[in-house]
């Protein structure tokens, strides 16, 4: 099988096979010549010279012949080469083109080719370095959309404020590799901006950090013009300023945004480095921006809920009054006493141990707990009086027309009750009770915030003397 393959002429390479075509092509004329010889020429008479020069001649031709052949081969060996060449990948081979033939045609189309293939990569190549951008400011967007979801997540779910502030400050450092982020705001009643929250390495000297009004100056952009605040390479701050600013923010470079609240600026956040030649991009802003948005929403948030709650006046649990109601209804009818020259009393009730009940048998129960409690204490008293819940276990029963002695007998009555009530439980630690204190005006005091504090002041001796006791003075 090996000697036949080695024989075929298909398996040969296109010089091999010009040789044999050369040899064959000789053949002919060089049979005609031996004819010639052998027939019409006598040994004796030797060769002519138009013999000779027949013979010359059919050699020429036949050389003719074979060098044409060769040079064709020969450009399609190149030509084949040249394919090779861009087929392995190099794509920047540009095939010569000598001559206007078929090769020349063939060459040209190669070259036209490879153009395209050249075209074609170096489209892939933008294509794949707009992807490798895209998947940059993916990557870089994720983290910032997670955080802000988890924000949006607690403000829905109606977290505390104060937890709510310091994560979104903390998420804001993820932005412009920034070292530190924080947190103005005003504080109450004042027009200094104070720190909030801050997060980030050594951030703690933040909290010590007060802008007053008469230092504006340094945050102008935002407190006068309602702009955000850039300093970065290309937004610098004079001279006298930047060092004030860096003494007191240790910041180079900062990116801060208003926070304001129907319509007055509350807050600043705000987010710095102090990397040199360094540049805020439009997305750092834009992404800073959404988070002062979030906690304008938390900071609105509270501020309806604190609004409602002084609007509401029953207790949502026991639906008994709450606290602001009680202290207002309480300041109401001690006016009143003091202009008809009557009592009026107050008690004030508290569970005894009822941190170790609800830590020992749950949420559940403890709230049931106060129900019960709240309807016993409602039950006690007349449609005058009116009974609120002020604390966590903790009530508080305003008396109109009522003395101190009265107001006594009364809280004794509800303890004895409540204790009577809890006395059939089986667990000792179901068996719960209360200790009071009781107060009236003018004795005590003739504001509500008197009568109050002297309550809570009897209750907490109450307490130490061995609770289920009312005190007075």
């Known amino acids: 099988m090996g000697k036949n393959k080695s024989l075929s002429l298909a398996s040969q390479g296109l010089r091999y096979k010009l040789r044999i075509s050369f040899y064959l092509m000789s053949i002919l004329p060089i049979l005609i010549l031996i004819h010639i010889v052998l027939n019409y020429i006598p040994p004796d008479v030797g060769l002519k010279l138009g013999v000779v020069a027949y013979i010359v001649i059919s050699i020429f031709i036949a050389s003719a012949g074979f060098f044409v052949i060769k040079e064709v081969l020969e450009r399609i060996l190149s030509l084949s080469t040249d394919a090779k060449l861009i087929a392995a990948g190099d794509i920047n081979h540009k095939v010569i083109t000598e001559t206007e033939d078929e090769l020349g045609d063939l060459a040209e189309a190669l070259n036209q080719l490879t153009q395209r293939i050249r075209n074609n990569m170096d489209e892939l190549k933008g294509y794949s370095e707009k992807t490798t951008k895209i998947n940059l400011e993916i990557q870089k967007m994720v983290p910032?959309?997670?955080?802000?979801?988890?924000?949006?997540?607690?403000?829905?779910?109606?977290?505390?404020?104060?937890?709510?502030?310091?994560?979104?400050?903390?998420?804001?450092?993820?932005?412009?590799?920034?070292?530190?982020?924080?947190?103005?705001?005003?504080?109450?009643?004042?027009?200094?901006?104070?720190?909030?929250?801050?997060?980030?390495?050594?951030?703690?000297?933040?909290?010590?950090?007060?802008?007053?009004?008469?230092?504006?100056?340094?945050?102008?952009?935002?407190?006068?013009?309602?702009?955000?605040?850039?300093?970065?390479?290309?937004?610098?701050?004079?001279?006298?300023?930047?060092?004030?600013?860096?003494?007191?923010?240790?910041?180079?470079?900062?990116?801060?945004?208003?926070?304001?609240?129907?319509?007055?600026?509350?807050?600043?956040?705000?987010?710095?480095?102090?990397?040199?030649?360094?540049?805020?991009?439009?997305?750092?802003?834009?992404?800073?921006?959404?988070?002062?948005k979030q906690i304008t929403i938390a900071l609105e948030n509270n501020f309806l809920i604190h609004r409602v709650e002084k609007l509401e006046i029953k207790d949502a649990l026991t639906g008994l009054y709450n606290e602001s109601f009680i202290i207002s209804r309480l300041q109401e009818e001690i006016e009143r006493a003091i202009i008809y020259q009557r009592p009026c009393a107050f008690i004030l009730l508290d569970v005894d141990n009822f941190g170790k009940f609800h830590q020992q048998f749950g949420s559940l129960q403890a709230e049931e707990i106060l129900k019960r409690i709240a309807r016993l204490i409602k039950n006690s008293v007349t449609e005058v009086d009116r009974v609120g819940r002020t604390g966590n276990n903790e009530f508080a029963i305003v008396l109109p027309e009522k003395n101190k002695r009265q107001a006594q007998e009364i809280a004794e009555a509800i303890r004895k009750k409540i204790e009577f009530s809890f006395s059939e439980e089986e667990d000792l630690h179901r068996r719960l009770t209360v200790s009071g204190g009781v107060s009236e005006n003018p004795l005590d005091g003739i504001e509500a915030k008197e009568l109050i504090s002297k309550a809570k002041e009897l209750l907490i001796l109450a307490k130490k003397q061995g609770r289920n006791r009312i005190v007075f003075s």
């Open 144 to 292: 910032v959309l997670y955080s802000l979801l988890q924000i949006s997540s607690l403000l829905s779910q109606g977290a505390k404020l104060e937890d709510t502030l310091k994560i979104i400050t903390e998420k804001a450092r993820l932005l412009a590799s920034s070292d530190v982020a924080y947190l103005l705001l005003r504080e109450e009643g004042k027009e200094d901006f104070g720190v909030y929250a801050a997060d980030g390495v050594n951030s703690h000297y933040l909290f010590r950090l007060k802008i007053t009004p008469q230092e504006s100056n340094l945050l102008e952009k935002i407190i006068k013009t309602t702009t955000l605040l850039i300093l970065d390479k290309e937004n610098i701050m004079p001279k006298d300023l930047a060092l004030i600013f860096y003494e007191k923010f240790k910041l180079r470079n900062t990116l801060a945004l208003g926070i304001y609240l129907r319509g007055r600026l509350t807050g600043i956040l705000g987010i710095g480095n102090n990397k040199e030649q360094f540049l805020y991009q439009k997305d750092d802003i834009e992404f800073l921006d959404l988070f002062a």
